[in-house]
């Protein structure tokens, strides 16, 4: 089945410590995008990627960082620049006709 | 700047009975799309339905239906006999050349 898999469920950061989070997608989708929600909140956009070797900042790209060096693979990393980095992330391919969103990832930091 | 809102952060329903979630959206665009996600416990988000703006007549999927009206900027969510597998978080999201765009969220709990 096409989708969109994130890996770990659950991550554990240490203070200071660089964290990648894994999104990968089969469904051949040229745009992919990195959600962050808080609790009982909204999604907020960090990253996105509309082609492969090119991504934009999205509302709250402070702290964070991707790459997209093919087109299947939208990887997150949550560097140690990011004060309060504790929250829920979600990662998402699109098109017309809607998001297709990954299981997400659930990052503490401890 | 593209925004939607969402003015009710809350809201409960009976079992069996119908409800209706809210959503504005601001745009200058004439051609984008509509959304409604659910997200529940367990955090997946699921697509509820789609709208596109081009077309006047209002989406139906099952018991779930849109009121589209583009004038206004509104686009609400009418779900009939309501369920308990459907209490969740709904968003209503519009997307515009790749640029999406989610409400803060209603949280709706169906009671038995």
């Known amino acids: 089945d096409g989708g969109i898999t994130q890996s770990p469920k659950y991550l554990f950061r240490k203070e200071g410590q660089n964290v990648t989070l894994s999104c990968e997608q089969n469904?051949?989708?040229?745009?992919m995008y990195w959600y962050r929600q808080d609790p009982g909140q909204g999604l907020r956009l960090i990253y996105y990627?509309?082609?492969?070797?090119?991504?934009q900042k999205g509302d709250i790209a402070e702290g964070y960082s991707v790459s997209r060096e093919k087109k299947e693979s939208f990887p997150l990393t949550v560097t140690s620049a990011q004060k309060n980095p504790t929250a829920f992330y979600l990662c998402a391919s699109l098109t017309v006709y809607g998001y297709t969103f990954g299981s997400g990832t659930r990052l503490t930091v401890v | 700047a593209q925004t939607v809102t969402q003015s009710q952060p809350e809201m409960s329903v009976q079992e069996a009975e119908t409800v209706t979630l809210s959503c504005t959206y601001d745009t200058s665009e004439n051609n984008y799309y509509l959304f409604w996600y659910k997200q529940p416990p367990s955090r997946q988000m699921i697509l509820v339905i789609r709208q596109e703006a081009y077309k006047q007549q209002n989406a139906t999927e099952n018991r779930f239906s849109v009121n589209f009206q583009k004038a206004a900027k509104s686009f609400s969510l009418k779900i009939s006999d309501s369920q308990l597998g459907d209490t969740a978080m709904y968003f209503c999201a519009f997307i515009n050349n790749n640029d999406m765009r989610f409400g803060a969220g209603t949280r709706l709990t169906v009671k038995p």
């Open positions: 990627s509309q082609i492969v070797n090119d991504f």
């Open positions: 469904l051949n989708h040229d745009a």
